[in-house]
């Protein structure tokens, strides 16, 4: 009978279905089936490399040079990357309990809650920026804030909360879906083996979800890097304080172009490399894990 | 397990270098704004185009005034006046166009004695580098075959003006039909002949300076010229009014005309 060998799992290899259906037919039928599937992959593929490599192809040497080595570029991509990953921290600090709740508990108004988890995502950016800003600001707690000595709008602090505020979906929803997919009998049996919720979570379900975790993670990071509307209106665009490098791409668009595609393509450089290198790492952690 | 490390490493590398390439910021500010500690800081709400000059005035602005920190956020005119009514706060408010200038003064959002203009803005016909279509007037744009952009009116001040220089003209009909796309902002109105999208706009002078390369200007009769101008005011929210008439003043100045002359902008009001 045609079924996938043992063999086939111990090298490592996640048992994908294209590989099982591959082993179920024979060698000129998988070549054919493949070739199909690259081929109506490609259109996708093409359109998001595309733009890509055309913007990289207008940068000159000499204009990378001049306007992205300036210490208002520079500043620009470090407050994004320092923002953007503490954005993420928050994100699975406050998200992860939100994520257990919806998996492991069924009450009434968890439709609602699961909806309000969606807003963000419907939300325009620039909406959720005024938003943030009318509760945050002069005109709803920040006037009572400001008797404190604490000021959100306009800062850094108000960069992070922008990016919270959209990009919080992403690893909730992921978290949840990681969360649920494990199954009952493997909690049900570490309660009888005497551990409680807490170690149940941290040392059965969080583990068995973490490829879930870590594309819901990934994915927030990027969403909160590239974030752009809310924080332009909630954190203002201060050079060096609270212009991320998308805002500083938009200004710099306005007067002078080459440089803002100058700028969009180091983002690209840099993005591309940190999600490449984080999916090393993950994906060594994941190959390892799934080895019997 | 050791190249997991030299994976987590590179990714730390990568963090650390991107954060400390280029030079050190000229300033480290911390604070919330308008703390004051030893150095008077003002904010300054600039539209975004004007971002090049003003970031320069700047500069020169606290070399010569060392006890004064100008922090600039720079945006779009509505959503900067937006911010500052609503956050009341902000020291200067200097928007792209004086129709925004105008709100800000129905706002009450900024003293109306204190408005100066900073520089004109003037209309014109911008075209393809080397004008392939040689068009010369008004009336140019509305011969068939000439695709045109415009900025939009009611939402744009370039597209009033636009929309206000081809009805004095009697060509507003004519050459609306050759209007392929409304632009939403500026900028935008500057780009779609840069990137070739149309064969003219009516745009600012200044856009030749921003793309010399890619845009010629054809000026306008002045008979029908409607002229704009970028204005700069204190706002009512400020908390060093004299530090900031300071700013504007030097805005102002010779030295401030000259900065913005460098970047293409109109500094003496055009004869009309």
């Known amino acids: ?292 | 397990m050791l190249s997991n490390l030299r994976w987590a490493v590179l990714l730390l590398g990568i963090l650390f270098a991107a954060g400390c390439a280029g030079k050190e910021a000229p300033e480290s500010r911390t604070g919330t704004p308008g703390a004051t500690g030893e150095k008077i800081r003002l904010i300054a709400f600039v539209g975004a185009a004007s971002k090049p000059p003003t970031t320069e005035a700047k500069e020169a602005f606290e070399k010569a005034n060392p006890n004064i920190v100008v922090d600039i956020s720079f945006g779009g005119s509505g959503t900067l006046l937006n911010q500052m009514t609503l956050e009341e706060t902000g020291d200067i408010y200097m928007p792209g166009s004086n129709d925004y200038m105008d709100k800000a003064e129905e706002k009450k959002a900024v003293a109306v004695e204190t408005r100066k203009i900073v520089a004109y803005l003037i209309p014109m016909i911008c075209v393809q580098r080397g004008n392939p279509k040689n068009i010369q007037s008004l009336k140019d744009l509305a011969r068939p075959g000439v695709t045109v952009g415009l900025a939009k009116a009611g939402a744009v001040c370039l597209g009033d003006a636009a929309d206000g220089i081809l009805r004095r003209a009697g060509l507003e009909e004519e050459v609306k039909k050759n209007v392929i796309t409304y632009a939403g902002s500026c900028d935008q109105t500057q780009q779609l002949v840069q990137l070739g999208e149309v064969d003219a706009v009516i745009g600012w002078d200044a856009f030749k300076h921003w793309s010399p390369d890619k845009i010629d200007v054809v000026p306008i009769a002045r008979e029908h010229l409607q002229v704009r101008n970028i204005p700069a005011a204190i706002s009512t929210y400020t908390e060093h009014p004299e530090a900031a008439q300071k700013f504007i003043d030097f805005l102002t100045s010779e030295e401030g005309k000259e900065i913005f002359s460098k970047h293409g902008y109109s500094v003496t009001p055009p004869q009309i």
């Open chain 1, 1 to 292: 009978m045609d079924t996938v060998s043992p063999h086939h799992r111990s090298k490592g290899e996640a048992n994908l279905p294209g590989r099982l259906a591959g082993g179920h037919m024979r060698g000129g039928g998988r070549a054919r089936g493949t070739l199909l599937v690259v081929l109506l992959a490609l259109p996708l593929l093409l359109y998001l490399a595309g733009p890509i490599v055309g913007l990289m192809a207008r940068t000159t040497p000499s204009v990378w040079e001049s306007y992205v080595c300036c210490w208002q570029a520079a500043s620009a991509l470090r407050l994004s990357l320092v923002t953007a990953s503490i954005a993420l921290i928050v994100v699975i600090i406050i998200g992860t309990p939100v994520a257990y709740w919806l998996a492991h508990y069924d009450f009434r108004g968890k439709g609602l809650i699961d909806t309000l988890i969606d807003l963000p995502l419907v939300l325009p950016p620039a909406a959720a920026g005024f938003a943030l800003l009318l509760l945050f600001g002069q005109q709803g707690i920040g006037s009572w804030l400001q008797l404190h000595g604490l000021r959100i709008s306009l800062t850094p602090l108000a960069v992070v909360m922008a990016q919270v505020f959209v990009a919080s979906p992403f690893y909730v929803k992921q978290a949840r879906a990681g969360f649920e997919a494990v199954p009952q009998d493997l909690r049900l049996a570490s309660a009888t083996l005497g551990a409680g919720p807490a170690r149940t979570f941290l040392r059965v379900t969080a583990p068995l979800s973490s490829p879930a975790l870590l594309a819901g993670a990934v994915m927030t990071w990027a969403r909160a890097l590239g974030e752009f509307g809310a924080t332009l209106v909630f954190a203002g665009a201060f050079p060096g304080r609270t212009e991320t490098m998308p805002i500083a791409i938009y200004t710099t668009s306005t007067t002078n172009l080459p440089a803002a595609i100058a700028l969009a393509c180091t983002l690209v450089i840099v993005s591309f490399a940190v999600l490449v290198v984080t999916r090393e790492i993950a994906g060594r952690r994941l190959r390892i894990s799934l080895a019997p």
